[in-house]
């Protein structure tokens, strides 16, 4: 069963203090460059539990608040993101356990189903696959710093800061 896409794109202003991330997204398989793990942080840092009620979310954001966010020259938030989205649009993330026999499963699933940029718009779609990976906590869940994580600049930084 798959979800309605929502027909009101969720855009909150204010940057929200902190990242929730389930322990089962933090120790995925996910190689991100620095500006792939900026974007993916600026959706996470949006994402509540209630924006999924029978729908899937739509996050966006506007060239002038990423400019602010991410420390980037307006004119260019375009040009400069777009590598890292159509990048951040093809990757997939496996996650792995094991069983009750011992033995190690895995499911890889594709982070997005849309990433855009039109008229100043960034819009952020996440895979409804994933949707107990972004929102379920029960196992434990990192809180993330939103503005010290999108201050780090190396990719194994950022990595390392989730996990810690």
Do not use: C
């Amino acid at each position: 069963m798959t979800k309605q896409l929502s027909n009101k794109p969720i855009s909150r202003n204010n940057l929200p203090k902190h990242i929730k991330q389930g322990h089962k997204l933090v120790f995925s398989r996910k190689d991100l460059s620095q500006r792939e793990a900026d974007l993916f942080a600026l959706m996470m840092a949006q994402m509540k539990s209630g924006d999924w009620v029978n729908t899937t979310p739509q996050y966006t954001f506007t060239a002038s608040q990423l400019s602010e966010w991410l420390n980037i020259d307006s004119k260019h938030v375009g040009s400069i993101l777009s590598p890292a989205a159509e990048r951040l649009s093809s990757y997939k993330i496996g996650i792995k356990v094991e069983n009750e026999d011992g033995d190690e499963d895995f499911d890889y699933k594709p982070l997005f189903k849309r990433i855009r940029y039109k008229k100043g718009l960034l819009t952020m779609v996440p895979n409804d696959m994933l949707e107990s990976e972004y929102i379920e906590y029960r196992q434990g869940f990192a809180l993330i710093t939103t503005k010290t994580y999108l201050d780090i600049k190396q990719e194994y930084a950022k990595r390392l800061y989730e996990i810690l």
